[in-house]
């Protein structure tokens, strides 16, 4: 299973789109364990949106869609309704 996620940074009013087979170690690696990188920059990092895919060519696919004009439409609404 392959995870495509959202992260947002409230601190820093930045988004971060990416995909995943381990979530939960994804995360970690952004707030805590990454030492190099452009999502150091802007930690804490919340998790406010996700999607699950069983192929890793269909979350590919969507991540790059989310990368869109439309897609960052769509995740900053999300943002505005928290």
Avoid: C
């Avoid at 805590?32 to 990092?45: H, V």
């Amino acid at each position: 299973m392959f995870t495509v996620y959202v992260l947002f940074s409230k601190d820093y009013n930045k988004i971060y789109i990416g995909f995943t087979s381990n979530l939960e170690q994804r995360m970690l690696s952004h707030n805590e364990l990454s030492k190099k990188g452009w999502t150091i920059k802007f930690r804490p990092w919340q998790l406010i949106y996700k999607e699950v895919y069983e192929f890793k060519l269909d979350a590919m696919k969507r991540e790059k869609e989310l990368k869109t004009a439309k897609g960052r439409n769509f995740i900053w609404s999300i943002i505005k309704a928290m």
